[in-house]
């Protein structure tokens, strides 16, 4: 089984508001990763968590604040966000230095 | 720096062949071949690492020359199911992928 689950699959959020991202994947992978894809442009890391542990933030704003509970999950915090942030924001998993297997996407949107 | 991959756009018949190309200007410790399709996930095909070794799954292969820093995905006899884009990620480090420019291939009957 090679699933990543991530919801919401959708998300409409004002600028003002506080939302959280979800995802999980039950592989047994100990490196997840958070991307932030916006339209007609690849994929663009933003954080690494490595044995639950943060290894990568790719100069990410403050507004993104990342979370891995455990293992399986990996949480995306998201604050006073703006209208730019809007995207599709994808999870995925891997075993460290391994294949990464992304999940469906929450497609974001910021007004 | 992001990777830049050729040709931006391709359409092709069914059952022709498509080469598409990655090129990187940092040194790379390997190379994953994605596809896309519109409003999905990127879905694995392919990794390449330095020294050779090389893994992957269906009708696709992919070669990878380390002192050129560049890779190369090679489809062959083309089915309408190849349609999407297709990402290279390139890794300097454990982890840490970065996506090339992508290669929009449209497959038509």
């Known amino acids: 089984d090679t699933e990543v689950t991530q919801t919401p699959k959708h998300l409409v959020m004002g600028m003002t508001n506080k939302k959280s991202l979800k995802c999980e994947q039950h592989m047994g992978h100990r490196a997840m990763y958070w991307y932030k894809q916006k339209a007609k442009k690849p994929p663009e890391l933003m954080f690494v968590?490595?044995?639950?542990?943060?290894?990568i933030n790719e100069s990410v704003p403050s507004r993104f604040s990342p979370e891995c509970p455990n293992s399986s999950l990996l949480n995306l915090h998201l604050h006073a966000l703006q209208p730019e942030d809007s995207a599709l924001y994808l999870c995925a998993s891997s075993q460290v230095a391994d294949t990464q297997y992304f999940g469906p996407g929450t497609r974001l949107t910021v007004l | 720096q992001q990777p830049v991959q050729s040709p931006q756009a391709v359409i092709l018949r069914e059952g022709e062949d498509a080469v598409i190309n990655c090129s990187s200007s940092?040194?790379?410790?390997?190379v994953h071949w994605y596809r896309q399709k519109h409003g999905e996930a990127p879905v694995f095909l392919m990794i390449?690492?330095?020294?050779?070794e090389q893994k992957g799954h269906e009708k696709i292969s992919a070669s990878f020359n380390e002192k050129k820093q560049q890779s190369s995905l090679y489809l062959t006899a083309s089915q309408l199911s190849y349609s999407g884009t297709y990402f290279c990620g390139t890794a300097e480090r454990i982890g840490k992928l970065t996506f090339g420019t992508g290669t929009r291939l449209t497959i038509i009957p």
């Open positions: 968590y490595s044995y639950e542990k943060l290894s």
């Open positions: 390449l690492l330095k020294g050779g």
């Open positions: 940092k040194a790379l410790y390997s």
